[in-house]
């Protein structure tokens, strides 16, 4: 189990982790969300003893990272930056690593079937794709068979199979008793991965439960109903409410004539139907997507706003701007404030070096 108490850190003036208390559980996988900025990659380095924090604490089974014995059997980690000898072979890559822990050879030959690198095992780390590059930092958090592993945006990067192949080994990690604790900015994936969610913004807690629950908790619940008598049933829910009945029901209708109901439950817009003698073809209550739910529940603490409308020359400007190609949502890579360089451009006077040097130029061992 990690656990994280009244964590802070501080970047000059910049308050990177703000007071943060949670715990990731073993045995499920808990998704770590934030919009950029937010301050996730600074908590797992405060995890893993990589930074200083200013206050708080953070254990691994109630130890702290620097104290721990053999951290590569305890913790698997897989940070964002790649921290690999580029002129060392993968294999000697993972064989340095695994010789500096006691462990033995044989989980580097285990590690690397793993990820699927065994073909190119012998072949220049500094070479690989991005892809190959994110395969084999998960080979080095696999190798001392942790019962923790904390992952930074590990599916930055892979194909389609590697999404589909880090979700189910994940999954089965976590199915085995491991505790995952993993970040990302792909909602869709971690809707169908995590089963806990941690979603902080500006540093802070937002929120700390189930993916149900927070979906649950933001969305509008509205319901989506089909009929053949739109209008006479929008009159019908529009009506002044008798005594004990909902009040501000709001009722739209969508491009396709289905009418959008806010404020009363599908149970409710049926009996008033069934009282009209309105007939019904559709009635769904509408759940949010866990991206809507994170756009709505982290709006007030995002940091990088794409500003559209001031490189377009405004909303109402004549068509053709950048904004009418763009759909709606789409934030452009580098939507950064001027000024605000963007946090992997930022000085690391306060990182810690990585264990592993990034960079050389020995040919491959
Ligand atoms: N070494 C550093 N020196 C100065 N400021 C830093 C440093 N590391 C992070 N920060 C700042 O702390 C804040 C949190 O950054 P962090 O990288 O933890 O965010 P993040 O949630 O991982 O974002 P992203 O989703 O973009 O990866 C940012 O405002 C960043 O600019
Ligand atoms: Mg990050």
Known sequence: ??????????????????????????????????PNG??????????????????GT????????????????????????RAVHTGRSAYNHLLCLAQSQGLPRKRVEE?????????????RAGGFSLGMGQRL??????????QVLILDEPVNGLDPEGVLWIRNLMKALAAAGKTIFVSSHLMSEMAQTADHL???GRGALIADESVDAFIARSSDHSVLVRTPQPSQLAKELERTPAEGEADGVTVATAEDGSL?????????????????????????????????????????????????????GGAGAAGGGIA???????????????????????????????????SGSEAAE
Do not use: C, N, W
Not at 329 to 357: I, K, M, N, T
């Open 137 to 146: 930092g998960i080979a080095a958090a696999l190798l001392g068979d942790p």
């Open 38 to 55: 937010a301050g996730k990659s600074t908590t797992m380095r405060l995890i893993l003893g990589l930074d200083r924090p200013q206050s």
């Open 260 to 312: 959008i109901v806010r404020g009363m439950t599908a149970q409710e817009i049926g009996e008033k139907a069934a009282a009209a003698r309105v007939v019904l073809h559709e009635l769904t209550p509408q759940r949010a997507s866990l991206e809507e739910a994170f756009m709505e529940m982290t709006r007030g603490s995002v940091e990088y706003h794409a500003d559209l409308e001031s490189q377009t």
């Open 324 to 358: 009418d190609a763009v759909p709606p949502g789409f934030a452009p890579p580098g939507a950064v404030p001027p000024g605000a360089a963007p946090p992997a451009a930022l000085p690391s006077q306060d990182r810690a070096e990585p264990a592993v040097p990034t």
């Open 111 to 123: 590690s690397l079937a793993l990820v699927g690198l065994t073909e190119v095992a012998k072949k």
């Open 1 to 34: 189990m990690i656990e994280v108490h009244d964590l802070s850190k501080r970047y000059g003036a910049k308050t990177a982790v703000d007071h943060l208390t949670f715990s990731v559980q073993p045995g499920r996988i808990t998704g770590f969300l934030g």
């Open 198 to 200: 941690v979603v902080i």
């Open 58 to 81: 953070a254990t691994i089974d109630g130890v702290r990272y620097a104290d721990l014995r053999e951290p590569l059997r305890k913790v698997g980690a897989l940070l964002e930056a």
